[in-house]
């Protein structure tokens, strides 16, 4: 990303309209995030978010490609990628989990543990949602606000049918109100490379 502050696009959406994001969300989004801390407190940072929620819930975790065993051992650089998965059905899923009985017969795809993190500054984590993590967490990082290519933006909006429009309430880009043709017809790229999404859900 470049220095320059992202436009802001604010939608707001009727409940249905949740399931639509749910590609973007599997493909991954960038999300600010401070870099130097760990996945445990990088998660509770989250509205609704905590510790119970984490390990009851949270039980596949990769992170750069790797298996996470210790959420707390592992710490996030500047465009590391994070994928959180509920529990996964059948063997992959059992020798995938973080700290279960097989994860000794993975371990070249273990996260190695760090004791020391990098510093604490401001920075970008690309974030990837699967299985009931999607819905759950999914809507919280929406409404906080994701990042994304413009002409990824684009052409999510131009893969959508109308019953996506139908389920959209109100739009706002950069504080100004736009309907959907306008924008259907907005040249995202030649506002700026980046666009920030924010998505409510009058639930």
């Given at each position: 990303?470049?220095?320059?502050?992202?436009?802001?696009?604010?939608?707001?959406?009727?409940?249905?309209?949740l399931s639509r994001?749910?590609?973007?969300?599997?493909?991954?989004?960038?999300?600010?995030a401070?870099?130097?801390?760990?996945?445990?407190?990088?998660?509770?940072?989250?509205?609704?978010?905590d510790?119970?929620?984490i390990?009851?819930?949270?039980?596949?975790?990769?992170?750069?490609?790797?298996v996470?065993?210790?959420?707390?051992?592992?710490?996030l650089?500047?465009?590391?990628?994070?994928?959180?998965s509920?529990?996964?059905?059948?063997?992959?899923g059992?020798?995938?989990r973080?700290?279960?009985?097989?994860?000794?017969?993975?371990?070249?795809?273990?996260?190695?543990?760090?004791?020391k993190p990098?510093p604490?500054?401001?920075g970008?984590?690309?974030?990837?949602?699967?299985?009931?993590i999607l819905?759950?967490?999914?809507?919280?990082?929406?409404?906080?606000?994701i990042?994304?290519?413009s002409?990824a933006?684009?052409?999510?909006?131009?893969?959508?049918?109308?019953?996506?429009?139908?389920?959209?309430?109100?739009?706002?880009?950069n504080g100004?109100g736009?309907d959907a043709?306008?924008?259907?017809?907005?040249n995202w790229?030649?506002?700026?490379e980046t666009?920030?999404?924010?998505?409510d859900?009058?639930?």
């Amino acid at each position: 990303m470049n220095n320059s502050l992202p436009p802001s696009l604010l939608l707001t959406f009727r409940p249905e309209g949740l399931s639509r994001f749910f590609p973007l969300l599997q493909t991954g989004v960038m999300v600010e995030a401070e870099v130097g801390s760990s996945v445990r407190d990088f998660l509770l940072t989250l509205p609704g978010v905590d510790s119970a929620y984490i390990d009851g819930r949270i039980k596949t975790v990769f992170l750069n490609g790797k298996v996470v065993d210790d959420v707390e051992t592992a710490f996030l650089d500047d465009g590391s990628i994070l994928a959180l998965s509920a529990a996964m059905p059948g063997l992959a899923g059992a020798a995938l989990r973080r700290g279960g009985g097989l994860a000794s017969f993975r371990s070249q795809i273990t996260f190695p543990a760090r004791e020391k993190p990098g510093p604490r500054r401001k920075g970008f984590v690309l974030i990837k949602l699967y299985n009931l993590i999607l819905k759950e967490l999914g809507v919280i990082f929406l409404r906080r606000g994701i990042f994304l290519a413009s002409a990824a933006l684009a052409k999510f909006f131009k893969g959508q049918s109308e019953e996506f429009w139908v389920n959209l309430k109100t739009a706002l880009v950069n504080g100004a109100g736009k309907d959907a043709k306008e924008l259907l017809q907005m040249n995202w790229a030649g506002l700026h490379e980046t666009m920030e999404l924010k998505v409510d859900f009058d639930i």
